[in-house]
């Protein structure tokens, strides 16, 4: 390998951990050694110390096991005459380089003001964002796993103008790839550029500006470190199995974009570690022969108009995106835009005008496939600004097609919609409200474009299940008044057919494996009464996404014998969660929270767990970031019931399944719920009244403390005791 390269990044490493040693020592000088570092919000500690080394850094203090740690590593800049072409010097320069890039990042968190703002997006105060909390690198690190993003690119450094970031980052989010930015230079960085473009930055579009120093790069390989350690099974200081996750699984790479100085090389070097090569646009000395990474680590000059292919292919990295034949870019990355209203065209829909969509099942003569209609004034005829009501109809036909099977290819609606760039979608049935904003409309986007993002997505999707698909878009009040009433309908016999179905009315439910990629002992099994624990699957959906794909991660398990009915325990259910747990689970109890409950992935909606001094229950919402009255926050909750584990006391489990007849009915149901956060009380109030209602117990809604009343167990008992919650006069729990 080339020895230009290697010295510089060797260099660089030598600069940051010379920066990293003097910045700490000011720090500990100011501050004293005691004061506390974190990112926030996470249980990972310092991530990439904690993966790769299995540190805890609490304190400044700890920080200089770290330093130690870097200093061991870096290895002598290479003389003029002797040079040993070695990669591993340059690894580990790299290595040293993360390092000193989490000194000097973990130092900023004690600073005040904080440099970064927390939260998912910026905002106009801030443009940084520095390191994602747990509920962010959890919502989002799934994705790498469940394959809905391949991966990220590191964008270090700008592009030569901000029309060309603009398109870079288009190109890449079309590519369901997630843009980390950082290292700005010249007083620009590609982030800065997107802005000034108006362009949304943000968790929500895939668009992450961590920072504008050169070691905010950490915060993309931190996130990956934290992936592994989340979902890939990786213990903390099992450095082999972080950096090999990572290579095998999470397809990342860095591109450097405009100069690229010895920190910048180092950076790159400590990214090969985790199998990410760099493809720069200057022209910079390659490593081109495989070793570390798939193919090369080192690709230069590469331009910006072939860059992104060029990543791509020297990362391995497979895409199986189906073109949507639309006039704006398109893919999940859009999904999360929002429209301002002074930035909007056509608003369809919403609190004020008629709305629906509905998906229904015709016989194959009367579907024409590919035929798309607007009934009513196209984009067009009508001015900007303007508020229009909207109908979208849709019509499939196929010989494996079932009518159990038309509310969840509708219920995709939102989703394909939401992933045109420029078009925001939100909720469904009788309540969908869609913007179109005034850049897509000037690029040529028209309603008949709804029909056109469907048919594409639909067949890409769902194409084993059905042959054809014909949508018609209605845009007069008139003609959806007249259809609304049958759609109406139709969602009411579907409630109806959910709502009335119960658990021993079936003889089979479906289990879902589809986290056993992260959590290889985790199988939920999802019934009539108990969706899946991320709420995405319902018994229905398993049965639908197992005609999909017969081999897939949705298999039908009949029940056999009821060993327990109270508990939720049945022979042949019990057998198959012991052969699809590796053998790790003899008995399983989809009703209780205490006796062998089901196992917890990662990505469940809420936790619940016992709070013992009060006989009840508290349940938590995985966006509630307070601490909770069993002493943890949902983020070390989270830790502690998932990855796979039967944990008697705490269950994961979805929003939906609350209102379940058979929630923890073991140990009395819904009643002993004693806490919840006040985001998930309120959503679910008319529930929780009819819960009560039903129940004929008084005041029960109001008799469940939340985080205004009672943080700690012993305040939830004081706030129930006075209020004469229903679980104080309910059997032991014990
Ligand atoms: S939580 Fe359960 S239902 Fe949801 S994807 Fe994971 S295994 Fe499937």
């Not at 292919?313 to 002074?342: H, S």
């Not at 479906?510 to 290889?520: G, K």
């Not at 409950?597 to 767990?609: A, H, K, R």
């Not at 819960?691 to 700690?712: L, R, W």
């Amino acid at each position: 390998m080339s020895k230009i390269i290697a010295t510089k990044a060797i260099r660089g490493a030598h600069s940051l951990v010379s920066r990293a040693e003097n910045e700490l020592k000011l720090a500990i000088a100011n501050k004293g050694p005691e004061t506390k570092v974190e990112f926030p919000n996470t249980g990972y500690f310092l991530p990439i110390s904690h993966g790769i080394l299995g540190l805890k850094i609490e304190t400044l203090a700890g920080l200089q096991e770290l330093l130690q740690e870097a200093r061991n590593l870096l290895p002598p800049i290479p003389e003029k005459e002797k040079w040993l072409p070695f990669l591993g010097h340059t690894m580990d320069a790299g290595m040293a380089a993360l390092f000193a890039d989490e000194i000097i990042e973990a130092i900023k968190y004690t600073q005040n003001p904080l440099p970064y703002l927390t939260a998912a997006n910026p905002d106009d105060s801030n443009l940084w964002l520095g390191a994602a909390n747990d509920v962010i690198m959890r919502e989002r690190g799934i994705e790498f796993v469940d394959g809905t993003a391949p991966g990220f690119a590191a964008c270090v450094g700008y592009c030569p103008t901000n029309e060309l970031a603009v398109k870079l980052a288009r190109e890449l989010q079309e590519k369901n790839l997630y843009v980390f930015m950082s290292a700005g230079a010249d007083g620009k960085s590609m982030a800065s550029q997107l802005r000034e473009e108006g362009i949304q930055l943000g968790w929500d579009t895939r668009l992450v500006p961590f920072g504008d120093d050169v070691t905010a790069t950490i915060h993309s390989l931190g996130f990956a470190t934290r992936v592994a350690l989340s979902f890939g099974g990786a213990q903390p200081g099992d450095f082999q199995r972080v950096l090999r996750y990572n290579k095998n699984r999470v397809f990342a790479f860095v591109l450097a974009l405009g100069p690229v100085d010895d920190e910048k090389h180092a950076q790159a070097a400590g990214a090969i570690n985790f199998g990410f090569p760099t493809i720069s646009e200057t022209d910079i000395d390659q490593i081109l022969p495989s070793g570390i990474c798939t193919y090369e680590h080192v690709v230069s000059p590469v331009s910006l108009d072939k860059i992104v292919a060029k990543a791509i292919e020297v990362r391995g990295l497979k895409l199986n995106i189906t073109k949507v034949p639309i006039p704006v870019p398109y893919g999940p990355a859009f999904q999360g835009e929002r429209i301002r209203k002074e930035d909007m065209y056509v608003e369809l829909g919403g609190q004020e005008r008629l709305g629906f969509e509905y998906l229904t099942t015709k016989e194959l003569d009367e579907v024409e496939d590919g035929k798309i209609e607007v009934i009513g004034p196209e984009i067009d005829d009508i001015p900007s600004g303007s508020k229009i009501p909207i109908a979208i109809w849709v019509e499939v036909a196929g010989r494996e097609m079932q009518t159990d099977f038309e509310p969840i290819l509708e219920r995709y609606i939102h989703d394909f919609i939401n992933a045109a760039n420029g078009v925001f979608h939100m909720g469904q049935r009788d309540i969908n409200w869609i913007r179109i904003g005034k850049d897509t409309k000037d690029k040529g986007f028209k309603f008949r474009h709804f029909g056109s993002i469907l048919h594409a997505k639909l067949h890409g999707e769902f194409g084993k299940i059905f042959d054809k698909v014909q949508i018609r878009i209605y845009t007069l009040e008139k003609d959806i008044k007249a259809l609304i009433g049958k759609a109406r309908k139709v969602y009411l016999k579907r409630d109806a057919r959910l709502a009335d179905m119960t658990d021993e009315a079936v003889d089979t439910f479906y289990s879902c494996a589809l986290c056993q990629s992260f959590a290889p002992n985790h199988i939920c099994i999802i019934t009539p009464e108990r969706s899946g624990l991320c709420g995405a699957y319902n018994w229905l959906d398993g049965k639908a996404a197992h005609k999909i794909s017969p081999a897939g991660p949705n298999q039908p398990v009949k029940k056999g014998k009821v060993i327990d009915p109270n508990k939720g325990q049945w022979k042949d259910i019990n057998t198959f969660v012991y052969n699809n747990t590796h053998k790790t689970l003899e008995i399983f109890n989809a009703y209780s929270i205490i006796e062998d409950p089901m196992t917890s992935c990662g990505c469940f909606e809420c936790i619940s767990c016992i709070l013992p001094s009060t006989n009840g229950i508290m349940s938590v919402y995985r966006d509630y970031m307070g601490m909770t009255p069993v002493g943890m926050k949902f983020s070390t909750l989270a830790g502690t019931v998932g990855g796979g584990a039967q944990t008697p006391g705490f269950i994961g489990h979805s929003k939906q399944y609350i209102s379940s007849k058979k929630f923890i009915s073991a140990e009395g149901g819904a009643p002993r719920i004693v806490w919840m956060n006040r985001a998930l009380k309120e959503e679910l109030e008319p529930i929780l009244r009819e819960i009560g209602k039903s129940m004929g117990i008084d005041k029960y809604y109001e008799s469940i403390a939340d985080e205004t009343v009672a943080v700690t167990e012993e305040e939830v008992l004081e706030f129930i005791s006075q209020k004469k919650h229903h679980a104080l006069s309910m059997p032991p729990l014990f």
